[in-house]
């Protein structure tokens, strides 16, 4: 199976504050990368599909990037609701789906 | 607006079974694949099954393959996950999720989760 890895596990920062997270994959997955969102006691949600694609809703000051095995998740300018984890996806091996462990951004 | 419900979660002893549903609103349900995606108590995220939107293709997690089955009944816009054999590595909360298309493998949208807790 692809294994993906998330870095950092933890970052913490402050409400306005630009969040990098990274994600690695054991071998490449072209563009087949997606992220999610995952607020404390809630469902995951869709953030962004095939590496740099905003899913339906989410706000500009998420993005994507990167192909083959190494990508990132960019938020500007952090807002309240945005202090979650954030998963990486890969689905380039369908259907042997991967999850990274996940990145939690927590209030510095 | 796409509202996916599960239900049918609860405790059931090792070695039980149990039936996961979800009932979903708000798309063409046949014309995407459904798939269960499950969370163990303070953990990450586990694919488990997806199906196709005709029930033609199923697809299985090797850590469920044998024992979880996914079906679905388009008329009554349900996809079920059947599980036996549930041991203390299936407590989780298991989420229904709708793919972004017929078999893209990625989870659009996510019901509220159902929790499936295998006591010994």
């Known amino acids: 199976d692809i294994v993906l890895t998330q870095s950092p596990a933890t970052l913490s920062l402050s409400p306005g504050e630009r969040a990098t997270l990274s994600c690695r994959a054991s071998?490449?997955?072209?563009?087949?990368l997606d992220w999610y969102q995952q607020r404390p006691g809630q469902a995951p949600r869709l953030l962004m599909y095939?590496?740099?694609k905003r899913a339906t809703g989410i706000p500009a000051r998420f993005s994507g990037s990167g192909s083959g095995t190494d990508f990132t998740l960019t938020i500007n300018s952090l807002e309240p609701e945005d202090f979650a984890i954030y998963y990486c996806?890969?689905?380039?091996?369908?259907?042997?789906?991967?999850f990274g462990p996940g990145t939690k951004v927590d209030v510095k | 607006e796409v509202q996916l419900l599960e239900s049918g979660g609860g405790s059931v002893q090792s070695g039980g079974s149990l039936r996961l549903s979800c009932v979903a609103s708000?798309?063409?349900?046949?014309?995407?694949?459904m798939s269960w995606v499950r969370q163990a108590p303070g953990k990450g995220l586990e694919w488990v099954s997806t199906?196709?939107?005709?029930?033609?293709?199923?697809y299985y997690a090797d850590s469920v393959k044998g024992r979880f089955t996914i079906s679905r009944d388009n008329p009554k816009n349900t996809v079920y996950l059947e599980m036996s054999s549930l041991g203390g590595d299936d407590t989780a909360v298991y989420y229904c999720?709708?793919?972004?298309?017929?078999?893209?493998?990625?989870?659009?949208?996510w019901g509220q989760g159902a929790l499936v807790t295998v006591s010994s």
């Open positions: 999720a709708k793919d972004s298309g017929y078999l893209n493998f990625n989870f659009e949208y």
């Open positions: 708000g798309f063409n349900f046949n014309s995407y694949a």
């Open positions: 071998q490449s997955v072209l563009t087949y």
């Open positions: 199906i196709g939107g005709s029930g033609g293709f199923t």
């Open positions: 996806q890969q689905r380039s091996s369908w259907p042997r789906v991967t």
């Open positions: 095939d590496a740099s």
